[in-house]
């Protein structure tokens, strides 16, 4: 995928992350469990690189063989929206498979959170929800390496992240 080979450009460390070859995960499984397709990028990410965490960032993402740990991983996550959303604080949304319904992606380990916004079918057209840990909330019309590519040419403080993020010295490679 030629974006994917963008954002090595921009964020030459991800070089590190590319595994030998492409692995592969039960994504049927995946699908069946949750009710949805998930957007390319994200599968080609998932297949492509090792776990990695830079500048306390992290996929929330499957890794080959572990498909299970990956479900419980999001079902918590959509436990706190579940929370938010029972509080009055989840800015209308619940999370998936309600409408408009919040899947995750990512976090920080500050506690800003990542999501899709699951809305039709086609997920390549889902936006991502950023929630940050002040309760800072925005939305980016585009899918997961579009949203990193746009914090490397806009700078992060567009979606209410720290300046500076992400430090491409801060990385690690897992996997």
Same mark, same amino acid.
């Given at each position: 995928?030629? $974006? !994917?080979?963008?954002? &090595? +450009? ?8 590319? /595994?030998?070859?492409? %692995?592969?995960?039960?994504?049927q499984h995946l699908e069946e469990k949750f009710g949805l397709k998930f957007p390319g990028d994200f599968m080609e990410?998932?297949? #492509?690189? *090792?776990? =990695?965490?830079?500048?306390? @960032?992290? @996929? %929330? ?9 990956? $479900?419980?991983?999001?079902?918590? !996550?959509?436990?706190?929206? +579940? ?9 209308? &949304? %619940?999370? *998936? ?16 959170? =990542? =999501?899709?916004? %699951? ?5 390549? #057209? ?9 309760? &800072? ?11 990193? !590519?746009?914090?490397?040419? /806009? ?5 209410g992240l720290w300046e500076g993020f992400p430090r491409q010295e801060m990385f690690q490679v897992f996997d």
């Amino acid at each position: 995928m030629l $974006i !994917l080979e963008e954002l &090595y +450009r921009k964020i030459p460390v991800l070089q590190n992350c590319r /595994r030998p070859e492409p %692995v592969m995960i039960d994504w049927q499984h995946l699908e069946e469990k949750f009710g949805l397709k998930f957007p390319g990028d994200f599968m080609e990410i998932s297949e #492509k690189l *090792h776990d =990695f965490e830079m500048d306390d @960032f992290s @996929f %929330v993402k499957p890794s080959p063989g572990l498909e299970a740990a990956y $479900i419980e991983d999001v079902q918590r !996550l959509l436990g706190i929206v +579940r929370s938010w959303a029972k509080n009055g604080i989840s800015h209308s &949304y %619940v999370p *998936h498979p309600g409408e408009p319904g919040l899947f995750p992606w990512g976090t920080t380990s500050v506690g800003d959170l =990542f =999501f899709w916004r %699951v809305e039709g079918v086609d997920p390549e #057209k889902w936006p991502v929800i950023v929630v940050t840990d002040n309760d &800072y909330w925005t939305t980016f019309d585009g899918g997961v390496v579009k949203f990193l !590519l746009a914090i490397m040419e /806009r700078g992060p403080e567009n979606w209410g992240l720290w300046e500076g993020f992400p430090r491409q010295e801060m990385f690690q490679v897992f996997d």
